[in-house]
């Protein structure tokens, strides 16, 4: 079936909205991720060594805001987009993902690979994401400091949650032995 204007337009606004979407996540904007979720969003990530499991916007921004914090440096692209409108306010998309996530109060580095598949919906003329899910393709763990490298930029160091701001959220994760 031929793609109608309409369908491009809400294809490139889905697209923006992934995007913010890593923005939000990699900066600890949390004004900006408020208004990207439905209010009763799922989501699921599972990790080569965990698997957090949640449903509703509160908790997705508090697990979000206490897991990219003061102490975290995080880099999300998000890349190759397959979008499709499924209907006048519903769409799905699958993204693949490069991500890089250190812990400096855990001296923790990790590098990774996932495939995100999401849905959307339109409330209010906006899309936003109903939930999202992905599956690791490739996990990599490494001590931070046994690469050689430091951080000479770490914008969560000022934009995330500092240590006595942070919450346990420990109830949303599921970690492997």
């Known amino acids: 079936m031929p793609f109608t204007l309409q369908h491009l337009s809400d294809i490139e606004e889905i697209k923006v909205l992934k995007h913010r979407y890593f923005r939000g996540i990699d900066t600890g904007d949390q004004a900006l991720l408020a208004d990207i979720f439905v209010e009763n969003v799922a989501c699921t990530y599972n990790g080569g060594t965990y698997k957090v499991s949640l449903k509703g916007r509160a908790a997705m921004l508090e697990f979000l805001a206490n897991s990219f914090h003061s102490g975290a440096a995080a880099m999300h692209i998000g890349i190759m987009p397959e979008v499709a409108i499924t209907g006048d306010n519903t769409a799905t998309g699958i993204w693949y ?81």
């Open 97 to 177: 993902l490069q991500d890089v996530f250190i812990d400096t109060e855990k001296d923790d580095h990790t590098f990774g690979t996932a495939i995100y598949t999401d849905t959307y919906r339109r409330e209010g003329g906006v899309w936003r994401i109903e939930s999202t899910y992905y599956d690791r393709v490739i996990e990599v763990l490494t001590k931070f400091s046994k690469t050689g490298g430091r951080l000479s930029v770490q914008r969560l160091a000022t934009t995330g949650r500092k240590p006595e701001e942070r919450t346990d959220i420990s109830h949303l994760i599921q970690w492997d032995e």
